[in-house]
C-alpha cells in the first residue's frame, strides 16, 4: 500500500526558512510525478510546486526564487526547502505522488509564518 508522509512545519517568522519533506512508503518514487500543493482557510487548494519524473521542476509564480523542489531517490523522499517566507504562505502544505493514474495525498503539515 501506498503512503506519502509529510513533515517539517511549523511556526517561523517571517524572512524565515523552513524545509518539508515528504517520504513515501510502499513503493518507489524517483520515477512519478510528484508535487506540493496547499491551502489556506477559505481558499482553494493550490500547486507550489512540481517535480516530473525526469527532474523537471515547476513552481508557481508566487513562490519562485524562494522555493526549492528537490528529492533524494535513495530516501524515497521529496523535500520542499522554503525561503524568505511570507505571512501569505501560511497554509496546509501537501504532498501528492501521481502513480499508474493514481494520486496519493499526505495529510498535510501546517505552515505558519507569524511574527
Known amino acids: 500500500q501506498v503512503q506519502v508522509v509529510e513533515s517539517g512545519g511549523g511556526l517561523v517568522q517571517p524572512g524565515g526558512s523552513l524545509r518539508l519533506s515528504c517520504v513515501t512508503f510502499?513503493?518507489?518514487?524517483?520515477?512519478?510525478?510528484m508535487g506540493w500543493y496547499r491551502q489556506a482557510p477559505g481558499k482553494q487548494r493550490e500547486r507550489v510546486a512540481g517535480?516530473?519524473?525526469?527532474?523537471?521542476?515547476d513552481y508557481v509564480d508566487s513562490v519562485k526564487g524562494r522555493f526549492t523542489i528537490s528529492r533524494d531517490g535513495a530516501k524515497n523522499t521529496m523535500y520542499l526547502q522554503m525561503n524568505s517566507l511570507k505571512p501569505e504562505d501560511t497554509a496546509i502544505y501537501y504532498c501528492?505522488?501521481?502513480?499508474?493514474?493514481?494520486?496519493?495525498w499526505g495529510q498535510g503539515t501546517q505552515v505558519t509564518v507569524s511574527s
Open positions: 517535480i516530473s519524473g525526469g527532474g523537471i521542476t
Open positions: 501528492k505522488m501521481r502513480k499508474m493514474g493514481v494520486d496519493y
Open positions: 510502499g513503493s518507489t518514487n524517483i520515477l512519478y510525478p
